[in-house]
């Protein structure tokens, strides 16, 4: 007797409400973390090969499957808006939650897995070990990275998209060997219509070619195991092979086929799978909790000697105390830690760098009643907690040299962060690369531009 299709429910991430589905009993929890816009928790049960794929995964897990935001049965986003790696991570987390999980397999498939990756090194104690389907650290072709792809193949893969969504025609690059099944053209076609309108299905493609999370592959340190299929023309083996060999801890299971989705061939599927059973089961890894990826936000008060010369000792005193109040406001606001006050400064840790530019941008327009003036620097990056929880580590130099080369009013940011939030609202115009004292390597900066309440957080 077949397993009954999981009954949908929704976690809450703020006012999102996003769609998700339990199956199987585990340890250890197996999060299948979704890719774009092609997803429907509760369509893809319709088709045989799909549903035998989930419960072969529920049968050595407990299986916790969802829809992306704006995609499916999840909340849908505002047109234009769509999803950032950031807002993915926040994702992952409050399905999690709502699931009960405290610690789990993080299974990225294909776009999915760069969030996947992002997670594992921002809550490393949340994580068992990262299985990455077919998944990427970046795409588009760059001077360092000259294995990606043209900009003209963006544009033909976000036109394609636009021109045949909903049709089930993508099956010709995506998955060739059942490209020719009626029945299965049939169920994809009405999986595209029901997940996403043409226009927000060609937005996210377009997304998935300006994610970049090399600079985070370094700082992960769970287990990884990377399957690809070797002939894929979508998300070519070049980008998967990249991936395993820059993650510290991987295994690499390249497949024969052209098939994007594993699920579609049986003799695929039992490889695929096989494998990732192999992997999850006998994982013992125990994470280090004192060593992830976090957002550093460094905050001074502009011309604040010449402040303290005109105003006086007093007075000064009575400021930087309304100052410092007015930044715990914000940080509350904005789920930001305090880890130190120097001064006339502060340095604020946060676990979303887009939440960080936020609060660092509301702080700069609320010190305007004090008649005052601030700068601010950040940089997203792997640290250690020590006891008493400060930080340390290359990334915390790294935000206090950005900090350094901010002027009054400015809000400056690492490449890395431009990387991790492409995609959002947030205006950046790059203040070009500079040498930082201690640092080995030239950074690029980035100012931001805008108000608090035009970012998203």
Known sequence: MATPTPVTKYARNGELHLAYQVLGEGPPDLLVVPSGPGSHIDHQWEEPSAAR????????????????????LSDPVTTGQVPTTNDEVDDIRAVLDAAGSERAVLMGMYAGGAASIVFAA???????????MSSYARLRKAADYPIGVDDAVVEQVAHLVLGSWGTGASLDVVNPSVAGSASFRRWYAQMERLAASPGAAA?????WFDVDV?????????PALVVAHDEQPLFGVEHTRYLAAHLPDSRYLELPGRNLHFFVDEAEMAAAIGAVEEFVTG????????????????????????????LGDRRFRELLAEFHQMFGRQLERYHGRLV????????ALFDSPARAIACALAMRDAV?????????????????????????????HIGARVLALAGAGEILVSRTIRDLIAGSSVR????GVHELKGVPEPWEVFAVQGRADQTIT
Do not use: K, W
């Open 53 to 72: 794929s989930l419960r072969r995964l529920a049968s050595f897990s407990r299986l916790i499957i969802y829809d992306n935001r704006g995609v499916g």
């Open 122 to 132: 921002t809550y490393p104690e949340r994580v068992q070990g990262l299985v990455l």
């Open 203 to 207: 937005a996210m493609a377009r997304q």
């Open 214 to 222: 090399r600079d985070v592959l370094p700082t992960v340190h769970t």
């Open 283 to 310: 994982m013992p890894h125990v994470p280090d909790p004192d060593r992830f990826l976090g957002t550093v936000l460094f905050v001074d008060m502009s011309s604040s000697t010449e402040l303290a010369g005109r």
């Open 340 to 347: 130190d006050t120097a001064g006339d400064g502060a340095l």
């Open 368 to 396: 305007r009643a004090l008649d005052v003036q601030i700068h601010a620097g950040l940089h997203t990056g792997e640290m250690e907690r020590e006891h008493g929880g400060d930080v340390r580590g290359i990334a915390v």
């Open 428 to 431: 950046l115009e790059s203040r």
